[in-house]
């Protein structure tokens, strides 16, 4: 081997190494950021799935909530719970006069009187009875019980004084007060009250919305693919319309929002954040890619396929529907599965139509009001409130495992129907 044939040997070698180790570098940064992304999700977040408790033995006293005997079921939810909630906790205390009674009505959450409220309505025979109720807290008397709020700091600093942090050690004391998993997160819609928000309504609203786009990109997403790759005569108008499908993948999804504010609230006249124009909107964005995946996948197919399909005297039209496209239906789903995981965490285009209005209970059809989970994120994040900012973390978490369930079904399908060539 002659010397410059062993010089460049050990400069090629000395190459691949570097370049092995840039991609090892590489991929070690990109964990580590999603690492950290996790991790500052988790810590931030995770304390929202759980909600601070106290129990309150609660007379429900007939002569406040039912004098005349009648158990009217609207004259039972007019009644003023707070005050029964209050002397519950007076009593709960020590009774008055054992505790300061400043800021005694913001211990526990403004919502427990509708919580008391529905309990009665429930069972009115409650009426006259003594119950104990475990009743949420408000949020700052909940921030303060998972460590947010230190007594150390002057009393003017914080938004807990020291005759609330009396009151609470009195309910921990007596065994009152409790950490329990906060289902209102995922039942309740969203509230002004960080303590009863819940991305229920977002939720719904989610699958409306996704509902719709799905019924509408699917089928018209597959057939324009179907005709493009296997039908359409190769010409300037199908180069044209491929360009287009292509560039229409890359507008920003704002465009599209602009594109549904004008053409579907403006000029069809449909009702304004309604989920039925937030799923026509992501159609109209998940077209191209569901497209663009399925001819992929419709190329991956051996013409070897077709032609012994049509040598054995299936048309064309059979050839495609019984041979081809049943070969590429792992990958069709696969794109779809993608798209739609995009659809679900698009903001941009459902803030243009009106999705980010405040929702306080689940629609009941595509037609109503609604948001959807990206929205609601973005509405709790524009509150400078501690319980607004654990239950953003807490949102972005449970969108972030609805894209990961929607991804893992997704790999499921391609390698449960994958076949090689």
Same mark, same amino acid.
């Given at each position: 081997?002659?010397?410059?044939?062993?010089?460049? %040997?050990?400069?090629?070698?000395?190459?691949?190494?570097?370049?092995?180790?840039?991609?090892?570098?590489?991929?070690?940064?990109?964990?580590?950021?999603?690492?950290?992304?996790?991790?500052?999700?988790?810590?931030?977040?995770?304390?929202?799935? #759980?909600?601070?408790?106290?129990?309150?033995?609660?007379?429900?006293?007939?002569?406040?909530?039912?004098?005349?005997?009648? @158990?009217?079921?609207?004259?039972?939810?007019?009644?003023?719970?707070?005050?029964?909630?209050?002397?519950? %906790?007076?009593?709960?205390?020590?009774?008055?006069?054992?505790?300061?009674?400043?800021?005694?009505?913001?211990?526990?959450?403004?919502?427990?009187?509708?919580?008391?409220?529905?309990?009665?309505?429930?069972? *009115?025979?409650?009426?006259?009875? $003594?119950?104990? /109720?475990?009743?949420?807290?408000?949020?700052?008397?909940?921030?303060?019980?998972?460590?947010?709020?230190?007594?150390?700091?002057?009393?003017?600093?914080?938004?807990? +004084?020291?005759?609330?942090?009396?009151?609470?050690?009195?309910?921990?004391?007596?065994? @009152?007060?409790?950490? /329990?998993?906060?289902?209102?997160?995922?039942?309740?819609?969203?509230?002004?009250?960080?303590?009863?928000?819940?991305?229920?309504?977002?939720? /719904?609203?989610?699958?409306?919305?996704? #509902?719709?786009?799905? =019924?509408?990109?699917?089928?018209?997403? !597959?057939?324009?693919?179907?005709?493009?790759?296997?039908?359409?005569?190769?010409?300037?108008? +199908?180069?044209?319309?491929? /360009?287009?499908?292509?560039?229409?993948?890359? #507008?920003?999804?704002?465009?599209?929002?602009? =594109?549904?504010?004008? #053409?579907?609230?403006?000029?069809?006249?449909? *009702?304004?954040?309604?989920?039925?124009?937030?799923?026509?909107?992501?159609?109209?964005?998940?077209?191209? $890619?569901?497209?663009?995946?399925?001819?992929?996948?419709?190329?991956?197919?051996?013409?070897?396929?077709?032609?012994?399909? $049509?040598?054995?005297?299936?048309?064309?039209?059979?050839?495609?529907?019984?041979?081809?496209?049943?070969?590429?239906?792992?990958? !069709?789903?696969?794109?779809?599965?993608?798209?739609?995981?995009?659809? %679900?965490?698009?903001?941009?285009?459902?803030?243009?139509?009106?999705?980010?209005?405040?929702?306080?209970?689940?629609?009941?059809?595509? +037609?109503?009001?609604? +948001?959807?989970?990206?929205?609601?994120?973005?509405?709790?994040?524009?509150?400078?409130?501690?319980?607004?900012?654990?239950?953003?973390?807490?949102?972005?978490?449970?969108?972030?495992?609805? %894209?990961?369930?929607?991804?893992?079904?997704?790999?499921?399908?391609?390698? @449960?129907?994958? @076949?090689?060539?």
């Amino acid at each position: 081997m002659s010397p410059d044939f062993g010089r460049h %040997l050990r400069k090629r070698r000395a190459a691949e190494r570097r370049f092995r180790w840039y991609g090892i570098a590489a991929i070690t940064i990109a964990l580590g950021v999603l690492a950290t992304l996790f991790f500052t999700l988790i810590r931030e977040g995770y304390t929202a799935f #759980v909600q601070t408790e106290i129990a309150l033995d609660v007379h429900l006293d007939a002569e406040i909530i039912d004098p005349d005997g009648v @158990r009217d079921p609207e004259k039972l939810s007019r009644v003023r719970y707070n005050r029964i909630v209050e002397a519950a %906790l007076i009593d709960a205390v020590g009774g008055p006069g054992a505790v300061d009674p400043a800021g005694l009505d913001e211990i526990v959450s403004s919502g427990a009187q509708f919580i008391l409220r529905d309990i009665v309505l429930a069972d *009115p025979g409650l009426i006259g009875q $003594t119950v104990r /109720v475990w009743l949420p807290t408000s949020s700052n008397v909940d921030q303060a019980n998972k460590g947010y709020v230190s007594r150390d700091l002057p009393q003017s600093q914080r938004r807990i +004084t020291n005759a609330q942090f009396d009151v609470l050690d009195r309910l921990e004391a007596g065994g @009152r007060m409790q950490l /329990v998993f906060n289902s209102a997160l995922f039942v309740n819609a969203d509230s002004r009250q960080p303590e009863l928000a819940g991305l229920w309504g977002a939720i /719904v609203g989610s699958f409306y919305t996704l #509902v719709v786009c799905f =019924l509408l990109a699917f089928p018209i997403g !597959i057939g324009a693919a179907i005709y493009l790759e296997e039908f359409a005569r190769k010409g300037r108008l +199908t180069d044209l319309i491929e /360009v287009n499908i292509n560039n229409l993948a890359a #507008v920003p999804s704002i465009v599209f929002g602009l =594109l549904g504010l004008a #053409v579907f609230i403006q000029a069809f006249g449909l *009702p304004r954040s309604a989920s039925l124009v937030g799923g026509f909107v992501l159609a109209l964005m998940t077209l191209p $890619t569901i497209i663009i995946a399925t001819r992929a996948s419709l190329k991956a197919v051996p013409s070897s396929i077709r032609d012994a399909a $049509t040598a054995l005297g299936a048309s064309k039209l059979q050839a495609t529907f019984h041979h081809v496209l049943p070969l590429a239906l792992p990958g !069709i789903l696969t794109g779809s599965i993608i798209g739609m995981a995009q659809a %679900l965490g698009e903001t941009a285009p459902l803030l243009m139509i009106g999705m980010n209005a405040f929702i306080t209970e689940a629609p009941g059809g595509l +037609t109503e009001g609604a +948001t959807a989970l990206p929205s609601q994120i973005y509405l709790w994040a524009d509150s400078s409130e501690r319980g607004f900012v654990e239950r953003t973390s807490a949102g972005i978490l449970v969108l972030l495992a609805f %894209l990961l369930v929607m991804n893992g079904i997704a790999i499921y399908l391609r390698k @449960r129907f994958e @076949r090689r060539w």
